[in-house]
């Protein structure tokens, strides 16, 4: 157990539809990154908070969103569903947020677009 | 751009033979490389790092080796056995950098 906490474990929905996922960072850790993994695909990192504010950027949508609370917590939304949006989405959090910082993954959300 | 390449893709071996992984990276500032194991239905959990001030480090059956010239790190696995089944990801991020970027992936099967 990493210690990072991902809410809900499946998440089934139509076309159009929008989403939130939630994601614990563990205790002590400031960032939070979130990645999606699509079907025997890699990890595409698409954004990373630090503390609140947003740091760095990847191949995010424009139909996705984040942002990270006051406690740390995290939610990842995504508007606008398409089927191609059914993946695997971790969340994984570091102490500091830099390059040379272990990164420690939750257990992801499975989302279904149907 | 920033990438990593990871090879094999795939990789099955007999239980108790050693496996061995190896990704290349093209930014030279890169000084961090961690790897990560995937189950089956899991999240990537980090097995061993290096850092780029070492050549080479060792966890019990796994070891990571870096050489910073050629800009390619490998990870070993001695003794394997079916539970070391899984994906396996490199990684690579450098210190005042945000983004760390990841290799596709090599899946290994541990044949009992």
């Known amino acids: 157990d990493s210690g990072v906490t991902q809410t809900p474990k499946h998440l089934i929905t139509a076309t159009g539809q929008r989403v939130t996922l939630r994601c614990s960072p563990r205790?002590?850790?400031?960032?939070v990154y979130w990645y999606q993994q699509s079907l025997d695909q890699g990890l595409q990192f698409l954004i990373q908070y630090y503390n609140g504010e947003e740091r760095a950027k990847g191949n995010i949508l424009e139909r996705f969103s984040a942002q990270q609370f006051p406690d740390l917590h995290s939610e990842l939304n995504l508007s606008s569903l398409e089927l191609g949006d059914s993946a695997l989405y971790f969340c994984a959090s570091s102490v500091a947020g830099t390059g040379g910082d272990e990164q420690y993954f939750g257990p992801g959300t499975r989302l279904t677009v149907t | 751009g920033e990438n990593v390449e990871q090879h094999p893709s795939t990789l099955s071996v007999q239980e108790g033979d050693s496996a061995v992984i190896k990704c290349t990276y093209s930014d030279s500032a890169s000084n961090y490389f961690p790897w990560y194991k995937q189950e089956l239905g899991k999240g990537p959990q980090l097995i061993i790092d290096?850092?780029?001030?070492?050549g080479e480090k060792k966890d019990q059956r796994i070891a990571v080796t870096l050489n910073k010239t050629a800009k390619h790190f490998s990870l070993h696995i001695t003794e394997t056995q079916p539970e070391d089944s899984a994906v396996y990801f490199c990684a690579a991020s450098k210190d005042g950098g945000f983004k760390t970027i990841f290799g596709a992936g090599t899946r290994l099967f541990v044949k009992a």
């Open positions: 205790s002590g850790d400031l960032s």
């Open positions: 290096i850092r780029s001030n070492v």
